[in-house]
């Protein structure tokens, strides 16, 4: 199975679990509901992302590919773990500036080497996911009850970095 395989069904489950938590942020779920959809999208790319850095045939590429796949994975898994014990999110917070921080440079790199439509699509998800850990950290570390932006931003990230590309991939389309 090839990194952009895994890629894009990894991307088509993260866009629906921004879009579920978007769509909470926007007051249109119980925080209960987000867990099954955080640990079901986090335990899944947490396999994409073992898959890739502990297989027999693992090179450079896919331990990379693994390693920011585990930056989602581990996301996902601490909201599901916020909500089902009521944590402030504080701690994940933190975690998203740490992420945020990291993805920088990723993002950096990948405008650097696009030379295709999907190099400058995947670009536009990096500098994308930024912005949005980014945003997590300010709204979870600082309390700001920004919400309704937030989850509309989360909703925009969804479909245009993760479901729309992830899809595309899946389908054949963008290879």
């Known amino acids: 199975m090839s990194i952009l395989s895994l890629t894009g069904f990894s991307l088509l489950y993260v866009g629906v679990v921004l879009f579920i938590n978007g769509i909470w942020l926007l007051d249109k779920l119980t925080k209960k509901e987000i867990i099954f959809i955080d640990l079901f999208v986090g335990l899944i790319s947490f396999m994409i992302a073992s898959r890739l850095i502990f297989c027999a045939d693992a090179t450079t590429d896919t331990i990379k590919a693994g390693t920011f796949t585990f930056l989602f994975s581990c996301t996902y898994l601490w909201v599901a773990f916020n909500q089902y014990m009521e944590c402030d999110g504080r701690g994940l917070g933190w975690f998203c500036l740490f992420v945020a921080i990291t993805a920088v440079p990723i993002t950096v790199t990948t405008i650097g080497s696009a030379d295709s439509i999907l190099g400058w699509w995947f670009a ?6 930024t912005m949005l850990w ?12 920004t919400n309704q932006a937030i989850g509309r931003f989360t909703v925009f990230v969804a479909i245009s970095t993760a479901w729309l590309p992830g899809f595309l991939i899946v389908s054949g389309y963008l290879k």
């Not at 536009?124 to 996911?129: D, E, G, K, R, T």
């Not at 980014?134 to 009850?145: A, G, R």
């Open 124 to 129: 536009f998800c990096w500098s994308m996911w």
């Open 134 to 145: 980014f945003v997590y950290f300010l709204n979870l570390v600082y309390q700001k009850s």
